[in-house]
Nanobody, 120 residues
Framework: QVQLVESGGGLVQAGGSLRLSCTAS????????MAWYRQAPGKQRDLVAT???????TYSASALGRFTISRDNTKNTVYLQMNNLKPEDTAVYYC??????????????WGQGTQVTVSS
């Protein structure tokens, strides 16, 4: 089994910062790309940022310039540093990872999500 567990969410005032973490554990052989998504109430889940094993990154237009995705391959962990947060960033943030298990089964696994609330 493979699990992804997010942490670091919370309540912050507009203009503040948060750092989200997501750690994968279990029967992992390797992890390729990892990503952060978010879902606001009543809206679809949207891609925020991605990062490859080698560290290449992409960002959504709303995240570019304010958020930074990074990862520590030795810890199977991906991070999302969020600065200058805005009320419209309020959402549940999910991480996922393209993981090859020890049985050589490839699948995209998701975490359970962490709530980020930005007050105005």
């Amino acid at each position: 089994q493979v699990q992804l567990v997010e942490s670091g969410g919370g309540l912050v005032q507009a203009g503040g910062s948060l750092r989200l973490s997501c750690t994968a554990s279990g029967s992992i052989f390797s992890i390729n790309a990892m990503a952060w998504y978010r879902q606001a109430p009543g809206k679809q889940r949207d891609l925020v940022a991605t990062i490859t094993y080698g560290g290449s990154t992409t960002y959504s237009a709303s995240a570019l310039g304010r958020f930074t995705i990074s990862r520590d391959n030795t810890k199977n962990t991906v991070y999302l540093q969020m600065n200058n947060l805005k009320p419209e960033d309020t959402a549940v943030y999910y991480c996922n990872g393209d993981i090859l298990t020890t049985l050589r089964y490839g699948y995209t696994y998701w975490g359970q999500g962490t709530q980020v609330t930005v007050s105005s």
